[in-house]
């Protein structure tokens, strides 16, 4: 599969699905504002961590309105999936003697994955199964090459594939916690000029950028849809959205908005049926955008 075409670099009007100034916290003059760190959303509901208070909260909007708050298990969420009246959390608690107030996993804190449903009228999630995951190495020095054992949960993630449900750390060895499937790897990927080009398991593609030195990596492969993002670094976004079937056959692009003063870990969503959602935080407030194909 060869893409010729270039997306829109201007992106297409989005339709804004939350605008919550409180999830927010910013001192003018201080540091990058404080918000949202990731996001999901189910159906007709979006479900956004806010780890801004002393203990954190899951926040639920529908229609844009607030209509539910529940704790965050534990001390900490580093992702979250929502799938149906089940929460899977990516989280970390503290171990003895760790310092209050970390937003991020470090040596002396363990990190799990947990499946969670919501008793109805609650306001705590009631515990399903947890998985205990290798401790994040925090900021033990390292020299050299990175030890087997090296894991890094700081930015990690949830994954869903159609085999199942993986906790994905940015480094390390990736964990299945629900389903049958292989871990799956990381498709290559290569810049060739004003060209990327990715070895997906279903197909090749060579896209054209703009600019050369583009990256890509792989997004969501799930329902028969496969969808990479791709940054070359132009244009007032932050980047391109390309999907296709399993495949290889080219569906829709997305050109992604910019604006942001702080980007979260989890700044997209895609949804189990193919919608595509964008979370972005300004130093007033934090918006979640529903993206639509150029």
């Not at 504002?33 to 961590?49: A, K, L, M, Q, Y």
């Not at 583009?214 to 390309?242: I, Q, T």
Request: with cysteine; aromatic share 8%; hydrophobic share 30%.
């Amino acid at each position: 599969m060869v893409v010729r075409d270039l997306p829109p670099m201007k992106p297409a009007k989005a339709r804004e699905v939350v605008n919550d100034p409180s999830l927010v916290e910013y001192t003018p003059g201080g540091d990058e504002p404080r918000g949202p760190n990731t996001f999901w959303v189910s159906g007709d509901e979006v479900v956004i961590s806010n780890e801004n208070p002393e203990q954190p909260v899951l926040v639920t909007y529908r229609n844009g309105r607030k209509v539910r708050t529940v704790r965050t298990p534990d001390d900490g969420c580093l992702d979250l999936r929502v799938e149906g009246d089940r929460y899977w959390i990516l989280g970390f608690e503290f171990a003895d003697g760790a310092a209050d107030g970390a937003t991020t996993p470090v040596q002396d804190t363990q990190e799990y994955a947990a499946e969670y449903v919501l008793p109805k009228g609650a306001d705590r999630l009631t515990e399903v199964k947890r998985i205990t995951l290798p401790p994040d190495s925090g900021n033990a020095p390292v020299t050299g090459d990175l030890p087997d054992d090296y894991v890094q949960w700081d930015d990690g993630s949830l994954e869903r594939t159609d085999t199942g449900l993986f906790a994905v750390p940015a480094g390390g060895p990736t964990i299945r916690i629900d389903g049958t499937g292989t871990v799956p790897d990381a498709p290559p990927t290569r810049s060739e000029d004003k060209t990327v080009v990715i070895k997906d398991p279903g197909f090749t593609a060579k896209i054209r950028t703009r600019i050369g030195g583009a990256e890509a990596w792989l997004m969501s492969r799930y329902g028969g849809r496969v969808f990479y993002e791709v940054d070359d670094g132009s244009g007032p976004n932050r980047g391109y959205l390309y999907e296709f079937t399993a495949s290889g056959t080219l569906v829709h692009t997305y050109t992604l908005h910019d604006g942001y003063a702080m980007s979260p870990d989890r700044p997209i969503v895609i949804t189990e049926d193919g919608q595509v959602y964008q979370l972005l935080i300004s130093t007033k407030t934090a918006r979640v955008l529903h993206i639509p194909p150029n």
